[in-house]
């Protein structure tokens, strides 16, 4: 090789090192990028079994499926009417809509007294607001998997199961709700959900993905 030859040499390494380099760098980042997506879904895990959420919003949700399917008529009847107005029926009038969202003890109090000073107690949530909070989780998570935040395949060993033990009830809740409101009045998380049971359910039994349900998995499935 002669002395002219070298710089050349000496180029072409240079380039192979730093095509290597940067090849490396990438392989990093996309381990580093799933690593964070897997743990961004470990974190929802964790974040819905809390003992704060559990307790809060996945156990009262589970009251209100109970009593969605099993009470006694005409009680069902009149409850899932309330259910469904807490999503659509803002045409009312002024009236019913204080009724049902603001209660009539605040129609006797100063407003800025109610305003500036009431302490709103926060210790438990209403049915309302632990469904809403319940609803809105998932839409989350939807929209989580939907942006690519979090690892799909690790969302769904995690998050099928607790899914799916709540998803007829949800379904049927949707479709309810559904069948009384225009699509324009139809709140995000009727989507969400929709799509939730494509990703995470097995859609013939409603089963979590890669999971085959024990008996006591599911121990109201069949009850309504």
Same mark, same amino acid.
């Given at each position: 090789?002669?002395? &002219?030859?070298?710089? *050349?040499?000496?180029? &072409?390494? @240079?380039?192979?090192?730093?095509?290597?380099?940067?090849?490396?760098?990438?392989?990093?980042?996309?381990?580093?990028? #799933?690593?964070?997506? /897997?743990?961004?879904?470990?974190?929802?895990?964790?974040?819905?079994?809390?003992?704060?959420?559990?307790?809060?919003?996945?156990?009262?949700?589970?009251?209100?499926?109970?009593?969605?399917? %099993?009470?006694?008529?005409?009680? /069902?009847?009149?409850?899932?009417?309330?259910?469904? #107005?807490?999503?659509?029926? $803002?045409? &009312?009038?002024?009236?019913?809509?204080? &009724?049902?969202?603001?209660?009539?003890?605040?129609?006797?109090?100063?407003?800025? %007294?109610?305003? $500036?000073?009431? *302490?709103?107690?926060?210790?438990?949530? !209403?049915?309302?607001? +632990?469904? @809403?909070?319940?609803?809105? $989780?998932? !839409?989350?998570?939807?929209?989580?998997?939907?942006?690519?935040?979090?690892?799909?395949? !690790?969302?769904?060993?995690?998050?099928?199961?607790?899914? +799916?033990?709540?998803?007829?009830?949800?379904?049927?809740?949707?479709?309810?709700?559904?069948? %009384?409101?225009?699509?324009?009045?139809?709140?995000?998380? %009727?989507?969400? !959900?929709?799509?939730?049971?494509?990703?995470?359910?097995?859609?013939?039994?409603? @089963?979590?993905?890669?999971? @085959?349900?024990?008996?006591?998995?599911?121990?109201?499935?069949?009850?309504?």
């Amino acid at each position: 090789m002669s002395s &002219a030859d070298a710089p *050349v040499l000496i180029a &072409a390494l @240079t380039a192979i090192v730093g095509l290597f380099s940067l090849l490396n760098a990438f392989g990093v980042a996309l381990v580093t990028q #799933r690593a964070e997506r /897997r743990a961004k879904a470990v974190e929802i895990y964790d974040e819905y079994y809390s003992p704060e959420n559990y307790r809060r919003v996945v156990l009262p949700v589970f009251c209100i499926m109970l009593k969605w399917w %099993h009470l006694p008529e005409p009680q /069902r009847s009149d409850y899932r009417a309330v259910l469904r #107005r807490g999503w659509i029926g $803002f045409e &009312a009038d002024a009236d019913s809509l204080l &009724a049902t969202y603001v209660g009539a003890d605040y129609l006797g109090e100063n407003p800025n %007294h109610a305003h $500036f000073h009431k *302490v709103v107690p926060s210790e438990a949530f !209403t049915e309302h607001e +632990s469904l @809403t909070v319940f609803l809105y $989780f998932w !839409t989350k998570v939807y929209e989580l998997l939907h942006a690519d935040v979090v690892d799909q395949k !690790t969302a769904q060993r995690l998050l099928a199961g607790p899914y +799916s033990y709540l998803a007829d009830f949800i379904k049927e809740y949707r479709e309810d709700i559904a069948q %009384h409101a225009t699509s324009d009045d139809l709140p995000p998380w %009727h989507h969400a !959900t929709q799509e939730l049971d494509k990703l995470l359910l097995d859609t013939a039994t409603s @089963t979590p993905k890669s999971y @085959t349900a024990s008996p006591a998995t599911k121990p109201l499935a069949q009850a309504h």
